[in-house]
């Protein structure tokens, strides 16, 4: 069965720490993997899109691992201001022959206070 | 510019009645599609079009109708509204290449009491 398990569910940290959201897909045939950024009460935002040949890809504070072999992702936030509160979603791609699907992750909840 | 936009962004709605969730893009953008979203699950996929005049079926399509006569606009039909659908739905829209992300709309709170 093709998931997508992120943990974990939700975090505090301070401003100005770092963090690392995990994801654990079981996902196949694999197509790229996405983080996503969702704000509370908006759409979920891209933030970096991976393919099996990348292990790493940063966007400005966030940068996402991927190891394919292991079927593992990480995304980790740097120097965390109050702006980064939002719940992260891992999202997989898999090739099928009625074009790419997506399963989405449940989230993580990170909450970054003063 | 606009992105995805979504009307209404609230609605409350009685058992039984229908409604029609409106979704529109200005990205020419061939790929829609609809998802809802409940508390500690992830996104699931209601129904998608790769190009106007095509739509079909996702994940939980059941109480849902789809039609899209124009590249721009994806309206959702709740044809006979059940509790069982209260959730936040989005909709989003990408060029279909497979490496480009999607862009969310920011949603659309339904409630059905």
């Known amino acids: 069965k093709n998931q997508v398990e992120q943990s974990p569910q939700s975090l505090i940290i301070l401003e100005g720490k770092n963090c690392t959201l995990q994801?654990?897909?079981?996902?196949?045939?694999?197509?790229?993997l996405r983080w996503y950024k969702q704000d509370t009460g908006r759409g979920p935002v891209s933030l970096t899109i991976?393919?099996?040949?990348?292990n790493t890809k940063s966007n400005g504070r966030y940068t996402a691992t991927l190891d394919a072999d292991t079927k593992q992702s990480s995304l980790h936030i740097t120097a965390s201001q109050l702006s980064d509160s939002a719940s992260y979603i891992c999202?997989?791609?898999?090739?099928?022959?009625?074009?790419?699907?997506?399963?989405f992750g449940g989230g993580t909840r990170v909450l970054v206070k003063p | 510019n606009a992105g995805v936009t979504q009307t209404p962004k609230f609605q409350v709605l009685k058992t039984g009645q229908s409604m029609t969730l409106q979704c529109a893009q200005d990205?020419?953008?061939?790929?829609m599609s609809w998802y809802r979203q409940d508390p500690g699950m992830g996104l699931r996929l209601i129904h998608y079009?790769?190009?106007?005049?095509?739509?079909d079926q996702g994940e939980v399509p059941n109480g849902y109708n789809v039609s899209r006569s124009t590249t721009e606009d994806f309206p959702l039909r709740l044809l006979s509204a059940a509790p069982s659908q209260t959730s936040v739905y989005f909709c989003?829209?990408?060029?279909?290449?497979?490496?480009?992300?999607?862009?969310f709309g920011d949603g659309t709170r339904l409630s059905i009491l």
């Open positions: 989003a829209s990408s060029t279909g290449f497979s490496n480009q992300p999607q862009h």
């Open positions: 994801c654990n897909y079981t996902v196949s045939p694999f197509s790229n």
């Open positions: 991976m393919t099996f040949s990348e």
């Open positions: 999202v997989v791609s898999r090739a099928s022959a009625a074009g790419n699907k997506l399963t």
């Open positions: 990205m020419n953008h061939e790929y």
């Open positions: 079009s790769v190009g106007a005049g095509i739509t």
